[in-house]
């Protein structure tokens, strides 16, 4: 009984640390941005804070909220991005005063 307890321990423990070895861990940042201008496959964005910067948006990140997946001059977004300033997801952001939840011909 004390060897079947010893081996569970064993698989237990030994098995998910090695899975982990191979993975890679992106710790994501988010921020929130007006748009400047696109540069080729660069966004570039002023933070709130005043910060300029420029996001790499390629094929796999997720852009919602925009019609063709083009942000223009002025919009409002919150991106999540890498490290190394890769964007991994992109949502534009509405103002508030059209988030009452009413379509706007009921009123």
Do not use: C, N
Request: charged fraction near 20%; hydrophobic fraction near 45%; proline fraction near 4%.
């Amino acid at each position: 009984m004390a060897l079947l307890l010893a081996f569970y321990l064993v698989f237990v423990a030994i098995i998910p640390a090695s899975a982990l070895e191979g993975s890679q861990t992106t710790a994501a940042t988010v921020i929130k941005a007006d748009v400047l201008y696109w540069e080729g496959e660069e966004l570039i964005v002023k933070e709130f804070s005043g910060h300029e910067e420029r996001l790499l948006v390629t094929a796999e990140t997720k852009i919602e909220g925009v019609a063709a997946g083009r942000f223009k001059t002025g919009d409002k977004i919150l991106a999540q991005i890498t490290d190394d300033r890769r964007a991994l997801s992109i949502t534009l952001q509405l103002p508030d005063g059209g988030s009452s939840g009413i379509p706007p011909g009921s009123r």
